[in-house]
């Protein structure tokens, strides 16, 4: 893996690493020649352990497969199995059983320990990515480094870039900014795990963070924690879900001299565009344009053809990845209203009130809307009249939850609010106030069953 004119810096929660470093030392304990040609399932519990690994074996072992910390165990051989990985990279972070039959185990981690020379390069390798579904077996999707990193030094520009996310290196956001950052020389903060959001911003401030990304999710919690003001960054990044327009808003007030920008990108079919405008949506303008990145609309779904499309399932019981004109259906809906598209929603998360469709989102892009409201979740509850009606969860300001006699005169009014900016089937039945919403060790808002 190239770097840029600059040495590379990660800084983990307990150590940094100049990847100059790696020039004549490993953090790997057998040594990277030892997988020369292999197919490693890498399955490291520590964030800067994992980056020095994908470091040190990209052309080196044939394949890197990027078992996400999430994987359940029942899933870990089916993983294993398909992608024929026959090497086991793990830490004192991870949990070494969960692969068995994975055949040889190296420890991985962040002391390194000196050697001759580097192994020798012996190909491009594979990087397989598992898809984030909320059910069943993952599927496992082909990249190169040339699909999940081509162009992105480029956009690192001239000046020195000190990079810090919130996601996890494993999935295809943390990945993404993990190689805007070595690809392109520069420095990245790294996420500790289990690591409270105040103690994260004060490590990404101590080391002068200036750029900065995660889920909308991610950033809600953030501007819930207090500690939003720790960082004064130029470019704050949201990505994995749909940005509305009151959390650009709320980080535009917080970090007023920094960019706010927010991309769409998935796993299979790679980064489509980033918009820089801190507005929610993005241009319609961009529908049906010729280039590297191409994008249009079927039945209100986005479709993308790109270089940076993943190359195929590696799964032989999943549909192909792309349709035969080379694009690839990601599954989300859109909305055009005037020059601008916005997302509403995925296919497979519609609730269903007595035959007319619903997407969650929509309906908390108009709760999250009242200044009063920090983040919100909007999910179905059964009905034996109409199937499902909507029933809301809401997370107060600091200030809006400690005085709990306006409590009653809120929940009237985001009602209201909905009635008046929503159809009356999407309106939420019952509106309850709770303290925190879960994520997903994605960073992704949790969307349970009715």
């Known amino acids: 893996m190239g770097a840029g004119a600059r040495d590379p810096v990660l800084y983990g929660a307990a150590a940094t690493v100049r990847l100059s470093e790696l020039a ?19 399955m490291t519990g520590d964030a800067l352990a994992t980056a020095l690994a994908l470091v040190e074996l990209d052309g080196v072992a044939h394949r890197l497969v990027l078992a996400t910390p999430d994987l359940p165990p029942e899933h870990v051989e089916h993983v294993r199995k398909t992608a024929g990985a026959d090497t086991i990279v793990y830490d004192s972070a991870s949990d070494q059983s969960r692969a068995p039959g994975a ?70 956001g943390g990945l993404q900014i993990f190689l805007r950052a070595v690809l392109g020389g520069n420095a990245l903060v790294l996420p500790g795990g289990a690591e409270p959001i ?13 750029h900065i990304s995660g889920t909308p999710s991610h950033w809600r919690k953030v501007l819930m924690s207090g500690a939003a003001r720790q960082i004064d960054p130029v470019y704050v990044r949201l990505s994995g879900e749909i940005a509305d327009q009151s959390l650009l808003d ?8 920094a960019t706010i920008a927010h991309a769409f990108a998935s796993t299979e079919a790679g980064l489509a565009f980033e918009v820089e405008d801190a507005r929610a949506g ?3 303008a961009l529908l049906n344009q010729a280039g590297p990145v191409e994008l249009k609309v079927e039945h209100d779904t986005l479709f993308i053809r790109s270089p940076r499309t993943a190359t195929r399932y590696l799964d032989s019981d999943v549909a192909p990845l792309r349709a035969p004109d080379g ?6 809906l859109l909305e055009r209203r005037g020059d601008r598209c916005f997302f509403v929603g995925r296919g497979g998360g519609v609730i269903n009130v007595g035959g007319r469709k619903v997407y969650a989102e929509e ?19 059964k009905s034996p009249i109409t199937g499902a009606v909507v029933v809301a969860e809401v997370v107060l300001t600091e200030r809006a939850a400690a005085d709990e006699s306006q409590h009653q005169s809120i929940r009237q009014a985001l009602i209201e609010r909905c009635r008046e900016r929503l159809q009356s089937h999407k309106v939420p039945t019952m509106l309850s106030f709770v303290a925190t919403l879960p994520l997903t060790p994605a960073g992704k808002l949790i969307r349970p069953d009715a």
């Open 103 to 172: 055949g040889t185990a190296i420890l991985g981690g962040t002391a390194l320990k000196p050697i001759l020379g580097r192994a020798p390069v012996a190909d491009e390798s594979e990087w397989i990515l598992l898809t984030s579904g909320t059910t069943g077996a993952p599927k496992l999707v082909l990249h190169t480094l040339d699909s999940l990193g081509g162009g992105l030094a480029a956009r690192e520009g001239h000046e020195p870039r000190i990079w810090a996310t919130f996601y996890d290196l494993r999935r295809y």
């Open 250 to 257: 709320a980080l535009t007030a917080t970090y007023p001299r």
């Open 24 to 42: 004549h030392a490993t953090s790997l304990s057998a040594g990277p020649e030892t997988v020369l040609g292999k197919t490693v399932l890498l």
């Open 282 to 284: 993005f241009p319609s």
């Open 198 to 210: 105040a103690e994260f911003l004060a490590r990404a401030a101590a080391h002068g963070v200036t």
């Open 363 to 381: 309906v908390e892009a108009v709760i999250n809307g009242d200044s009063r409201v920090r983040m919100s979740r909007v999910r179905a509850r």
């Open 327 to 332: 694009y690839v259906d990601t599954g989300d």
